[in-house]
């Protein structure tokens, strides 16, 4: 189906396009110079003092895990309601996930007093996933995790240069992951980078990135190296030139394209303010965020009419989703018996509404129209 408002629109043009071409004609599409030139403006950015691009963010996710030392028998305390590859990265390493509860239905970051009521001796480390761009309480995460040794990973795929005390989300752990898949905040098709503080952290990701070799194809064709030794069993999870090239301009737009985020939120925040069976998510966050979805959670008397509202707006040519049903501890290869009553409640009463730059005032009030009508019809 064409949607007349897609739930997010690609903020693609001629930069892209000639940033692309120009590579292409450069003669060097895979690791190098844009490579290095993405790396070093994301890592200023999020104010990280390392950077390295991949192949997608669920491989950096991945190498978080081996950096983070977690093998067989290690136990990673993780949240449900995210992305699963938030969550198969663990399993990756042969380690068990422990998924805990979200805050409430109006805060649905990981709680961090029922991760502390988690931990276990084989305990290990600390996913968390900052929900729709919003930062979970990284204090009290950071405050565990030092009482109990553990590490933390920050899966900040939603959260790009989002603040957190005067420091970017990503970097208040010991490693953040991003993501630049087609409908993220920045776009390079496929693509991810992981940050660190940890040198050695670096220096093993970057190894592990290419094979475990200990010069990349760039460096030989330059004649800064004539072979290569082969120190971990890595593998390929490399970004191109030609994928960095795109993330470069996509990153030069990133300062308007949040300010446009900012300004679509709070107009759903005014225009949707006196909905009653209705909870905005975060609403009283004063962090400045990147506003990756605009979520809105239904409140119990008309939660179970969730999909029959979504009908009536994809009718109406919106396209909305929802982030995320099923949350990952009832997808079949995790299905167990443990309770998350708060995610399971959020999990069947959420909706994301189209987010994106380019939306207009009227498609937004539009959508709000179309969303109260809706409401109204169910009851
Ligand atoms: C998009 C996303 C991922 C996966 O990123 P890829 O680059 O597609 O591997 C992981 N976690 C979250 C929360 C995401 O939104």
Not at 83 to 94: D, L, M, Q
Request: glycine share 6%.
């Amino acid at each position: 189906m064409n949607y007349k408002i897609p739930l997010f629109d690609l903020n693609f043009n001629k930069r892209e396009e000639k940033a692309a071409v120009k590579t292409i004609r450069s003669g060097w599409i895979s690791t190098g110079p844009r490579v290095e030139e993405f790396e070093k403006r994301f890592s200023e950015m999020t104010g990280s003092r390392y950077a390295l691009a991949t192949s997608n963010c669920t491989v950096a996710l991945h190498l978080s895990m081996i950096l983070s030392g977690i093998c067989s028998g290690n136990e990673v305390i993780c949240p449900s309601l995210t992305f699963v590859a938030t969550v198969n990265s663990i399993r990756y390493v042969g380690a068990k996930p422990v998924f805990c509860d979200i805050i409430s239905h109006e805060n649905l970051n990981i709680d961090p007093e029922k991760i502390e009521s988690k931990i276990t001796s084989r305990t290990k480390a600390i996913v968390v996933m900052h929900y729709a761009g919003f930062p979970c309480n990284m204090k009290l995460i950071m405050n565990v995790a030092k009482k109990y040794n553990l590490k933390v990973i920050e899966d900040s795929c939603h959260a790009l240069t989002s603040d957190y005390n005067g420091k970017k989300l990503g970097s208040i752990g010991d490693i953040g992951c991003f993501s630049f898949f087609s409908n993220k905040n920045v776009s390079t098709g496929e693509g991810g980078m992981l940050i660190t503080n940890i040198k050695k952290y670096y220096e093993k990701a970057k190894l592990l990135r290419s094979h475990g070799m200990t010069t990349l194809s760039y460096e030989r064709a330059q004649g800064h190296a004539v072979k290569y030794d082969v120190l971990e069993l890595g593998y390929n999870y490399r970004m191109d030139d030609i994928r960095a090239a795109i993330g470069i301009e996509q990153l030069n737009k990133l300062g308007k394209n949040l300010v446009r985020r900012e300004y679509i939120r709070n107009k759903y925040l005014d225009l949707m303010g006196e909905i009653d069976e209705i909870i905005i998510p975060f609403r009283g966050n004063m962090n400045k965020v990147s506003n990756y979805i605009f979520p809105v959670v239904l409140k119990k008397g008309i939660s179970g009419k969730r999909d029959i509202i979504r009908h009536i707006l994809k009718n109406n040519g919106i396209q909305t989703s929802v982030h995320y049903d099923p949350p990952v501890h009832k997808m079949k290869i995790y299905l167990s018996n443990i309770q998350l009553p708060l995610t399971d409640y959020v999990s069947k009463s959420l909706i994301s509404l189209p987010m994106y730059p380019n939306l207009n005032n009227g498609q937004i009030r539009f959508i709000v129209n179309k969303f109260k009508d809706a409401i109204t019809k169910i009851k």
